[in-house]
């Protein structure tokens, strides 16, 4: 993509899409018979979220949550507010949250709470990518796609000043 010279690949749109297939799987197995719910955090887990879908054999239904964190780009300030709410009530559901990545924790902590109020019957977490030399807060990750390194990545969904979503593997920026 043109703008992409300074991005490296460290996981391919391949790799990404074999791990997808198994957390689909798995994620199959741990909710047969359960009425679950789908919930995607926007923007940035929108292409995780619509893969692993398609790779999870059971009716599921699916929402999103828009969340922004105040502060800079790079930095999560741990103050977050809920942007776009969710369509549908959760109670007695089993809502699995789908994220791009846990960086500090601070977000998915908020979300959780904020989720657990309206007594679903269980709530999980399924992201792409986390980042454990970041943690501030430790979130319980049950279905994780890749643990990385404290590197600043773009790709498949997660964007710097919004760009590069939508390159088709997960890549980092390299330094000018
Ligand atoms: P946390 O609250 O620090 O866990 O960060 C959560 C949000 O920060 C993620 O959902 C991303 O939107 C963003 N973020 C954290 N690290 C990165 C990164 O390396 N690249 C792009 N976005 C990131
Ligand atoms: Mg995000």
Request: glycine share 6%.
């Amino acid at each position: 993509m043109e703008g992409a010279e300074r991005i490296s690949v460290l996981y391919s749109a391949t790799e990404i899409q074999d791990r997808i297939r198994e957390l689909g799987r798995q994620i199959t197995e741990d909710y047969r018979g359960k009425d679950t719910v789908v919930v995607c955090v926007l923007k940035g887990a929108l292409f995780f979220m619509a893969d692993l879908c398609r790779e999870i054999d059971l009716p599921v239904t699916i929402d999103t949550l828009g969340l922004s964190s105040y502060g800079d780009q790079t930095k999560s300030s741990g103050v977050v507010r809920i942007t776009q709410d969710l369509s549908r009530p959760i109670v007695d559901k089993h809502v699995i949250i789908v994220e791009d990545i846990v960086d500090t924790g601070l977000t998915l902590n908020f979300l959780i709470d904020n989720l657990r109020s309206r007594k679903p019957r269980s709530i999980e977490v399924c992201s792409l990518l986390h980042k454990p030399a970041r943690t501030r807060l430790p979130v319980a990750v049950k279905y994780l796609g890749f643990t990385i390194e404290d590197k600043f990545v773009v790709g498949y969904g997660l964007d710097w000043e919004q760009r590069y979503r939508n390159i088709r593997y997960v890549g980092v920026v390299e330094e000018p």
